[in-house]
């Protein structure tokens, strides 16, 4: 695609529910990123897949957050028994993947909302 | 682990003047990679300008230009001519160089405001 696409653009649930988030990234780029941005913040890294590689995972805050990729395709988030301070906007981008002076494009993101 | 720090959390500037955006951050690497993003109120992340540690030339793009200062670890953004469409939120971003550790750690951002 020209760019990369995340779903849904909004999200509202209530505590407790699952939720999940997805992520189509820029056709042929083989590094996919997770961000949090929480309101009046920067972004915090979550999630770092490349290629077949195991991802790195250092960002996920705790063990409700998970994260699959397939391939070089499509990404899903997924956060179990949502919290409030879950509340965010949820931020996906991805790149060639060549390491070096690489730079990552960005979705739109999805606002999520924990009621 | 490195931090970026942005200590202005809100800028103003005339339309048609100049503005310069402050960023600081702290590591102990050598080579690596700094940028700034532009989000505006549409939340999608546009890279602005992006340097590398080991070129002493600053980077410029049209409008957009930086002081890398590697010494004191200081990276500005200096937007010239600044039009309505600059209005947005500032993130001042690094990268480590060392292979298997791709993510970008932000600072906070700044809110620049243009006035016509």
């Known amino acids: 695609g020209a760019g990369v696409s995340q779903s849904p653009s909004n999200k509202v649930t209530e505590k407790g529910k699952d939720v999940e988030l997805r992520c189509d990234p820029i056709s042929g780029h083989t590094a996919l990123y997770w961000y949090r941005q929480r309101l009046g913040q920067g972004l915090e890294f979550l999630i770092y897949?490349?290629?077949?590689?195991?991802?790195?995972k250092s960002g996920l805050p705790s063990d409700r957050f998970s994260a699959e990729r397939t391939g070089e395709s499509v990404s899903t988030l997924t956060i179990q028994r949502t919290q409030q301070e879950d509340s965010a906007v949820y931020l996906c981008a991805s790149s060639v993947g060549t390491g070096g002076f690489d730079t990552q494009y960005f979705g739109p993101g999805t606002r999520l909302t924990v009621l | 682990a490195q931090t970026v720090t942005q200590s202005q959390p809100e800028m103003s500037v005339q339309e048609a003047e100049t503005v310069t955006l402050s960023c600081t951050y702290d590591t102990s690497e050598s080579d690596y990679y700094l940028f700034w993003y532009k989000q505006p109120p549409s939340r999608q992340m546009i890279l602005v300008i992006r340097q590398e540690a080991y070129k002493q030339q600053n980077a410029t793009e049209n409008r957009f230009s930086v002081n890398f200062q590697k010494a004191a670890k200081s990276f500005s953004l200096k937007i010239s001519d600044s039009q309505l469409g600059d209005a947005a939120m500032y993130f001042c971003?690094?990268?480590?160089?060392?292979?298997?550790?791709?993510?970008?750690?932000f600072g906070k951002g700044t809110k620049l405001t243009v006035n016509p």
């Open positions: 897949f490349q290629g077949n590689s195991a991802p790195d």
């Open positions: 971003a690094y990268r480590t160089s060392q292979g298997g550790s791709e993510k970008l750690v």
